[in-house]
């Protein structure tokens, strides 16, 4: 068993891939062994997580999700029976046991023979609860009794230990099966142990606030040789460092196309094009070109907070020679003026990220949409960056479809348009087309707060202009998550040590 993640990616499956797996493991072994194994996982976590409990709640549901939590009951029971440490096992039970299925009627079997009751309901009080109801077999909003157990494991401040997937979530997606989402703040700690596989949805959506701390047991069967569904995605190379003798036309150079001025509709974007633009500028590119739109009245010629970065008028900047060797950032408060540059980066930026504004335009426009398919068929590298809304805008559907499956949102989207997709928020989900998608695994709420997808922006252009041609699909994805990564990284380094302070996107540019 160990903690997830780890030093390097992990593969994630979903439900189906699940089975499969299991199907063929539970047939190498002995009868009941993988629900043994895992029962025996489930009690030896729960005792190394509250060792001092004095009473503890296994709520056992239906399926074999339900037999986990039966036969790590009895595992409990003879522990402590044995060791007389007076610690109570109350068992609840959600189900018939006539109608429970194999492996877990004979831990309900087991369970019997420990001499251990099963209870009407819960106890008062508790200091752990193993959460045993649904696994990756909950297929609908829980209701009745369930429901009820269900409601209080979620708003228990002692420690819950969900066992393979929390019940109030589908390991799939990460969307939350109760009706108006989890409570804000998980009241109390939360950890979770994802058997054989790990699932998707305990990375992204709402999956990071209901699983809590994961951990992973394979129950000793060997790695799985099928491809995934999706990766948690951790770098596994240190950034290289730069040789001696180089120079700054060999880092890259970044533009930003974005910024919209005041003089247009009276609502100044320059912000997020400056912030994006040191970002870049932070993160190693060697030169940094900020064309800010609609910047006709009043012209800003500079950045104070960063004078390195080079501002241009946009025209200058639309020039092919230049654009052939960069990388172009297109969107971060572009608002509508980023309508007049698009058909021409679309047409000769062969490196191009499209965030904000550039993606709402795209979304609006069959002909932008057009030129912008066309891009993969000339070998052009495109990188698109929505959060939740402005990829329901791309897909014409709605923040709770996007939502409701954020890795086939992210796929589709990839597949669409023929780039990498990368959909923002918790767990943000990179993909491109025909390879499985990587789940971030950093990242945490500071990042909730203006400007921090600029930033990001910025991040992933320097990335791109810092890369040579012809790229494969698999080293330009991991790249650009590598960015993303770095991103979320940043951020909690900041929560760790300003702990309550929030933070601010120009603090999180001036990282890199
Ligand atoms: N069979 C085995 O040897 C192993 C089983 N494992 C466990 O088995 C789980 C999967 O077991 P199952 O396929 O039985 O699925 P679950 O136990 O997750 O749930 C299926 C049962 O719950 C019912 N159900 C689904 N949604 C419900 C809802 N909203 N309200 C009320 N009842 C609902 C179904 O009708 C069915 O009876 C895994 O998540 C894992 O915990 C793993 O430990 C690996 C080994
Ligand atoms: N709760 C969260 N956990 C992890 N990352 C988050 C969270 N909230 C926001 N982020 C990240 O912060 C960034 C916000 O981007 P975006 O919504 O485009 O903001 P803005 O347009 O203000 O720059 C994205 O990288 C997103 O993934």
Not at 50 to 54: E, G, K
Not at 219 to 224: E, W, Y
Not at 445 to 450: D, K, N, V
């Given at each position: 068993m160990r903690r997830v993640p780890g030093p390097s990616p992990e593969p994630l499956f979903l439900a189906s891939a699940t089975r499969l797996i299991e199907h063929d493991a539970a047939a190498a072994l002995p009868a009941h062994t993988l629900m043994a194994r895992a029962g025996t996982a489930v009690a030896e976590l729960a005792l190394a997580l509250?060792?001092?409990?004095?009473h503890v709640w296994v709520a056992c549901g239906p399926g074999n999700n339900g037999g986990d939590g039966l036969m790590a009951a009895s595992r409990l029971h003879q522990w402590h029976r044995t060791r007389h440490t007076g610690t109570q096992i109350t068992v609840t039970f959600c189900g018939e046991p006539d109608r429970l299925p194999d492996d877990a009627a004979n831990a309900w079997q087991q369970l019997q023979a420990s001499g251990l009751a099963v209870s009407e309901h819960p106890p008062e009080e508790f200091d752990l609860a193993i959460d045993?109801?649904?696994?990756?077999?909950a297929r609908r909003r829980p209701e009745g009794r369930l429901a009820e157990h269900l409601q209080q494991l979620r708003q228990t401040s002692a420690t819950v230990l969900c066992v393979?997937?929390?019940?109030?979530?589908?390991?799939?997606?990460?969307?939350?099966?109760?009706?108006?989402?989890?409570?804000?703040?998980?009241p109390g700690p939360r950890h979770t142990l994802s058997l054989l596989t790990l699932k998707p949805?305990?990375?992204t959506a709402d999956g990071r606030d209901a699983a809590g701390t994961v951990w992973f047991d394979e129950?000793?069967?060997?790695?799985?040789t099928a491809t995934p569904d999706a990766r948690l995605f951790v770098p596994e190379h240190a950034t290289p460092t730069r040789p001696?003798?180089?120079?700054?036309?060999?880092q890259g150079d970044v533009i930003v196309l974005g910024g919209q001025h005041?003089?247009?509709?009276?609502?100044?974007?320059v912000g997020a094009a400056l912030l994006a633009g040191r970002a870049a500028l932070h993160a190693g590119a060697g030169r940094v070109f900020v064309g800010l739109l609609?910047?006709?009245?009043?012209?800003?010629?500079?950045?104070?907070?960063?004078?390195?970065l080079m501002l241009r008028q946009p025209d200058t900047l639309l020039n092919p020679t230049l654009l052939a060797h960069a990388c172009v950032v297109c969107g971060?408060?572009?608002?509508?003026?980023v309508e007049a540059v698009l058909p021409g980066l679309l047409e000769h930026a062969p490196r191009l990220v499209l965030d904000a504004d550039a993606l709402n335009r795209i979304a609006e426009s069959p002909a932008l949409g057009r030129q912008l398919k066309q891009r993969r068929q000339r070998d052009a590298v495109t990188v698109m960056t929505p959060h939740p809304l402005e990829a329901a805008r791309l897909l014409g559907s709605s923040t709770t479809q996007i939502m409701g499956n954020r890795l086939q949102a992210a796929r589709t989207l990839s597949e669409t348009w023929g780039t990498v997709c990368v959909l923002k928020g918790s767990g943000t989900v990179s993909a491109t087309p025909r390879l499985p998608p990587l789940i971030n695994a950093s990242g945490d709420?500071?990042?909730?707060?203006?400007g921090t997808g600029d930033v990001l922006a910025g991040l992933i252009g320097a990335a791109l202009a810092a890369i040579p041609d012809n790229l494969d699909d698999e080293t330009l994805l991991t790249t650009v998550a590598t960015a993303v990564h770095r991103h979320g990284l940043h951020a909690e380094q900041w929560s760790q040590n300003h702990p309550g302070r929030p933070m601010v996107a120009g603090w999180l540019a001036a990282q890199g």
């Open positions: 509250a060792p001092h409990a004095r045993a109801l649904l696994g990756i077999g393979d997937v929390p019940s109030q979530l589908d390991g799939d997606t990460g969307a939350a099966w109760s009706n108006g989402g989890l409570p804000r703040t998980p949805g305990l990375f129950l000793g069967i060997q790695p799985p001696h003798a180089t120079h700054k036309g060999r005041i003089d247009l509709n009276g609502a100044s974007m609609a910047d006709t009245q009043h012209p800003i010629a500079w950045d104070p907070a960063s004078p390195e971060c408060g572009g608002g509508e003026a709420p500071a990042l909730a707060t203006a």
